[in-house]
């Protein structure tokens, strides 16, 4: 009779064969496409055909690329903006609705509702308040607060903002579930004890809450960044195909996209940016592993 | 229990979203090349046959056309596929790269050219040199390419013609004559001034959206916008400058609706709300209208499309090419001849709003009904097929106005219409970025 250590040493590999579909999946549809990105990005490849290899041109040509600083900008400045945004603000929305008081259901779902919503839904209803005659500029022009409305789908800049806005607006409920998780972690008896001490809400909430839901902070920060340096929807729906008036509010996979798609469409080129996209992303992501070892220490 | 290692997760969840993201385009092969098919005379075989977007709207029609087909000829069957428009030109030429192009294929001004110029694509007028009988000419010419002679590499399918869609009632109270609507690019431009002195701001007379005026409003104004060897681009005139001043003083004027710059604005739902003078210019449209917002189509009026100087409309047709490597030459010409004959085009157009490419099928007494002249839908039909038999080539995107060249040009004229720089800065900046993508695209 086998015994059970036995089986284990005879059948080493069944742990692997459940693997293996899986491994095979991402092997198939993400390994391997990044790995071609790689290699497309070394050769002149057009979206029809096969190409030769070019060495480094394709990245010299994205640094002197008036464009791709534009975009690289943007989607730097959106990620600046957007990261701060969604690392704090869920926090304190989860600390809102953590209690519980009648009806608190409701507004947990209402937080929630905008990460279920179509992107096509979420952009019409951002154009119809934002637009040159929508809600917002209606208000202020009858309040007198402006006297011409706010170009915010016109200007590159303030579309830029309102794109902002509207990732900020859609990731707060998503990012507010992170954190009721955590914040369900935190020992109610700190805050009693706090309390007993004569800590008031505020102290509560920056010795208690904030140290305790750090790494949960960390992995928001970390996600929300690679995020934001991926916007697209959000500038497509609301400044057009174009990337706002002159493309200027264009960001990297706004211009991967351009670059990249159509008949003339440059693979090489357009696999070369990508692959800046993943260092870049790769940079945020280091940046926060680096801060929670620091924090770790 | 262990706890979470969240700063290693969220390195690794980092490093495959990354990986992921970057995740992206194939290399491709190369295109099949060699003499045309020899036809056997006999029809049979099983041949498979691809249609965009046409599943579930028309598969009673599609499928009705296909049966018909093989009780004629009871040897073929045909196998039906249908793809999504989504990407479905780069699909097929990457499917004729891969060898796996189906026998009977729906393909349009583009990607004909793509599969052409490989050479994948019968040649219709060896194969079938009577057809060409059957075809408007603007249609059958269409798929031919230049170089290569009278070959034509498709039967010609159903087509939308441009039209011309207005407000007759904001129109009129513009102080405009609502018989008399512009026929020239200059004659709407100077009726977008009077509308928008009259609109008190509340409804704009059309769309600024520059990737869908040009090239045409430039074309329509004569301007050059190839020399004759077709290998520059020489838009930069007085013309293109004076058009982009006039678009501008329009536009800061509230002539178009402020979000249609970008392309973000609704044409539909602007016009719908009463809120725009000019439609979308496609007979489909006015069918729209007419089921979602009865009172504006009770004022909308139709008219000829603008041509300005070409004195008449361009041709984009969807057509049924024949793979030039086919196991079965008489089925697969055969089944895109009946797909595209006459009585099979008109009875499409009685399930959407398109019309035949097929000369007889244009000559429907149902195409020249122009009824009491006060339905739009009915005049719409009339009018844009008349506007269909004199269609000439000389009105469509030039080829080498690509995507990319489309973009580099729409943004300097966002640029130019929004006064970020001046009209001529905005035509030469254009010019010089539409030719230096024009150079690359030739070298490569």
């Given at each position: 009779m086998e015994t059970a250590t036995g089986l284990v040493h005879r059948r080493w590999w069944v742990p692997y064969l459940f693997l293996l579909p899986g491994l095979g999946m991402v092997v198939l549809f993400s390994l391997w496409p990044f790995v071609n990105t790689v290699i497309l990005s070394f050769t002149d490849a057009q979206i029809l055909r096969g190409g030769t290899f070019v060495g480094f041109d394709n990245y010299t040509r994205a640094l002197d690329d008036p464009d791709f600083y534009t975009a690289l900008t943007n989607s730097v400045l959106y990620t600046a903006v957007v990261v701060p945004a969604l690392v704090f603000l869920p926090l304190a929305l989860a600390v809102l609705v953590q209690k519980n008081i009648p009806g608190i259901g409701f507004f947990r779902s209402a937080f929630y509702t905008p990460v279920i919503a179509s992107a096509v839904v979420v952009g019409l209803i951002w154009q119809w308040v934002l637009r040159s005659d929508g809600l917002v500029n209606t208000v202020f022009l009858q309040l007198k607060f402006i006297s011409d409305p706010i170009p915010f789908l016109t200007d590159s800049t303030v579309l830029l903002f309102s794109a902002m806005?509207?990732?900020?607006?859609?990731?707060?409920?998503?990012?507010?579930?992170?954190?009721?998780?955590?914040l369900g972690n935190v020992p109610a008896t700190l805050y009693e004890a706090a309390a007993l001490d004569g800590a008031g809400a505020v102290r509560r909430f920056f010795s208690i809450t904030v140290p305790s839901v750090k790494p949960m902070m960390l992995l928001v920060g970390t996600l929300s960044a690679i995020s934001a340096l991926r916007v697209f929807t959000e500038i497509y729906i609301l400044g057009g195909e174009s990337g706002g008036p002159g493309g200027d509010a264009r960001t990297l996979p706004f211009m991967i996209r351009e670059v990249g798609l159509g008949f003339a469409g440059e693979s090489g080129y357009a696999s070369a940016v990508s692959i800046l996209l993943f260092l870049l992303t790769l940079v945020f992501s280091l940046l926060g592993h680096r801060l929670s070892k620091g924090d770790e220490r | 229990m262990k706890r979470l290692h969240l700063p290693r997760i969220s390195l690794a969840t980092a490093l495959a979203a990354a990986v992921m993201s970057t995740a992206a385009c194939g290399v491709g092969g190369s295109g099949d090349t060699g003499d045309q098919p020899t036809k056997t005379g006999k029809i049979e075989g099983n041949?498979?046959?691809?249609?965009?977007?046409?599943?579930?709207?028309?598969?009673?029609?599609v499928q009705g056309v296909i049966d018909a087909f093989e009780e004629k000829y009871p040897d073929v069957k045909v196998k039906w596929e249908d793809v999504p428009g989504e990407g479905y030109n780069e699909k097929l030429v990457a499917d004729a790269q891969a060898g796996s192009l189906p026998d009977v294929v729906n393909i349009n001004t583009d990607s004909f050219q793509l599969l052409a110029d490989r050479g994948i694509l019968a040649d219709i007028s060896r194969l079938d040199p009577k057809a060409r009988a059957d075809f408007v000419p603007g249609a059958w010419d269409q798929y031919k390419l230049p170089?290569?002679?009278?070959?034509?590499?498709?039967?010609?399918?159903?087509?939308?013609?441009?039209?011309?869609?207005?407000?007759?009632?904001?129109?009129?109270?513009?102080?405009?004559?609502?018989?008399?609507?512009?026929?020239?690019?200059?004659?709407?431009?100077?009726?977008?001034?009077?509308?928008?002195?009259?609109?008190?701001?509340?409804?704009?007379?059309?769309?600024?959206?520059?990737?869908?005026?040009?090239?045409?409003?430039?074309?329509?104004?004569?301007?050059?916008?190839?020399?004759?060897?077709?290998?520059?681009?020489?838009?930069?005139?007085?013309?293109?400058?004076?058009?982009?001043?006039?678009?501008?003083?329009?536009?800061?004027?509230?002539?178009?609706?402020?979000?249609?710059?970008?392309?973000?604005?609704?044409?539909?739902?602007?016009?719908?709300?009463?809120?725009?003078?000019?439609?979308?210019?496609?007979?489909?449209?006015?069918k729209d209208i007419k089921e979602n917002a009865p009172k504006v189509y009770a004022n909308t009026a139709v008219a000829e499309a603008i041509t300005g100087?070409?004195?008449?409309?361009?041709?984009?047709?969807?057509?049924?090419?024949?793979?030039?490597?086919?196991?079965?030459?008489?089925?697969?010409?055969?089944?895109?001849?009946?797909?595209?004959?006459?009585?099979?085009?008109?009875?499409?157009?009685?399930?959407?709003?398109?019309?035949?490419?097929?000369?007889?099928?244009?000559?429907?007494?149902?195409?020249?009904?122009?009824?009491?002249?006060?339905?739009?839908?009915?005049?719409?039909?009339?009018?844009?097929?008349?506007?269909?038999?004199?269609?000439?080539?000389?009105?469509?995107?030039?080829?080498?106005?690509?995507?990319?060249?489309?973009?580099?040009?729409?943004?300097?004229?966002?640029?130019?219409?929004?006064?970020?720089?001046?009209?001529?800065?905005?035509?030469?900046?254009?010019?010089?970025?539409?030719n230096k993508i024009l150079a690359k695209q030739r070298d490569q």
């Open positions: 806005a509207v990732t900020i607006w859609k990731g707060l409920g998503y990012y507010m579930v992170f954190y009721l998780a955590a | 041949i498979t046959f691809r249609t965009l977007q046409l599943k579930p709207t028309f598969t009673d029609y170089g290569k002679g009278d070959a034509v590499y498709a039967y010609p399918w159903y087509v939308t013609p441009e039209i011309l869609t207005y407000n007759k009632a904001l129109f009129a109270k513009s102080g405009l004559d609502v018989d008399k609507p512009p026929t020239t690019v200059e004659e709407l431009f100077d009726q977008a001034e009077q509308i928008t002195a009259k609109s008190g701001g509340k409804y704009s007379a059309f769309m600024a959206d520059p990737a869908s005026r040009l090239p045409g409003d430039w074309q329509k104004m004569a301007v050059p916008i190839l020399n004759e060897a077709g290998d520059t681009f020489t838009f930069d005139t007085d013309k293109a400058v004076e058009w982009v001043k006039r678009m501008k003083e329009l536009y800061a004027k509230g002539a178009m609706p402020k979000e249609s710059l970008t392309g973000a604005a609704d044409i539909n739902q602007l016009y719908g709300a009463g809120k725009l003078v000019f439609g979308p210019g496609s007979p489909g449209f006015v100087t070409l004195g008449h409309i361009g041709i984009y047709t969807q057509s049924i090419g024949v793979r030039k490597n086919t196991q079965h030459p008489d089925a697969a010409t055969a089944f895109a001849k009946w797909v595209t004959n006459g009585p099979n085009q008109v009875e499409f157009s009685q399930h959407a709003t398109i019309y035949p490419s097929n000369a007889k099928g244009l000559d429907d007494p149902r195409f020249a009904d122009r009824g009491d002249g006060t339905d739009a839908e009915t005049v719409a039909r009339a009018t844009g097929a008349d506007l269909l038999r004199e269609a000439q080539l000389d009105a469509n995107t030039p080829v080498q106005w690509t995507s990319q060249v489309g973009d580099a040009v729409v943004r300097q004229m966002q640029k130019g219409i929004k006064g970020d720089i001046s009209a001529e800065d905005a035509v030469k900046k254009a010019q010089d970025d539409a």
